[in-house]
T-cell receptor
Framework: DTGVSQNPRHKITKRGQNVTFRCDPISEHNRLYWYRQTLGQGPEFLTY????????KSRLLSDRFSAERPKGSFSTLEIQRTEQGDSAMYLC???????????????FGSGTRLTVV | AQRVTQPEKLLSVFKGAPVELKCNYS??????LFWYVQYSRQRLQLLLRHISRESIKGFTADLNKGETSFHLKKPFAQEEDSAMYYC???????????????FGKGTRLHILP
């Protein structure tokens, strides 16, 4: 499968612990996005990268959240001091922006389901 | 404010009947609209884009700027169409930095046999 890969698929953690998720985008894609989805809601934007530069962060991304894409390839999303409200599906997506067809749409990964107990 | 509204949480339609999933948006710029679909136990995937003006799996959607709508339609529903459907709006314009997709809350389409 050469699509967007996310690890782990599921994570259960105790409140107060730190967690880190990884996303491997499609290799030719220059943009990488993180979204969060809770029950009954559509995905909500968290942040995105153009290559290794983090260009935008949502207000949903509190100081406990940090995302990196150090070499412009894979990305990590870390949540420090997890809270029960952080329980959600965390989705990663990538896209190729540019060229004649300037926008090719997002390709999503399967997501990481976080449960904070 | 940028917003996508899908008024129906659940839509049940008999097989062979027409389907219309409603979507309205609010955006001051030039919108690009999408429909994403999520089948059971599968990842979210792009169904169609308004600028492509294409028909995918028999589905079409027309952007109506006057009514700020982008309803998804299919003339004859099939059982395999049962899924979660999300209408989405992209803020991307001319490679600018404002690049995010805003999703509606989704409509679950249930095709009855």
């Amino acid at each position: 499968d050469t699509g967007v890969s996310q690890n782990p698929r599921h994570k259960i953690t105790k409140r107060g612990q730190n967690v880190t998720f990884r996303c491997d985008p499609i290799s030719e894609h220059n943009r990488l996005y993180w979204y969060r989805q809770t029950l009954g809601q559509g995905p909500e934007f968290l942040t995105y990268f153009q290559n290794e530069a983090q260009l935008e962060k949502s207000r949903l991304l509190s100081d406990r959240f940090s995302a990196e894409r150090p070499k412009g390839s894979f990305s990590t999303l870390e949540i420090q001091r997890t809270e029960q409200g952080d329980s959600a599906m965390y989705l990663c997506a990538s896209s190729l922006v540019g060229g004649i067809d300037r926008y090719y749409g997002y390709t999503f990964g399967s997501g990481t389901r976080l449960t904070v107990v | 404010a940028q917003r996508v509204t899908q008024p129906e949480k659940l839509l049940s339609v008999f097989k062979g009947a027409p389907v219309e999933l409603k979507c309205n948006y609010s955006y001051s710029g030039s919108p690009e609209l999408f429909w994403y679909v999520q089948y059971s136990r599968q990842r979210l995937q792009l169904l169609l884009r308004h600028i492509s003006r294409e028909s995918i799996k028999g589905f079409t959607a027309d952007l109506n700027k006057g009514e700020t709508s982008f309803h998804l339609k299919k003339p004859f529903a099939q059982e395999e169409d049962s899924a979660m459907y999300y209408c989405a709006l992209s803020t991307l314009f001319l490679m600018n930095r404002d690049d995010k997709i805003i999703f509606g809350k989704g409509t679950r389409l249930h095709i009855l046999p």
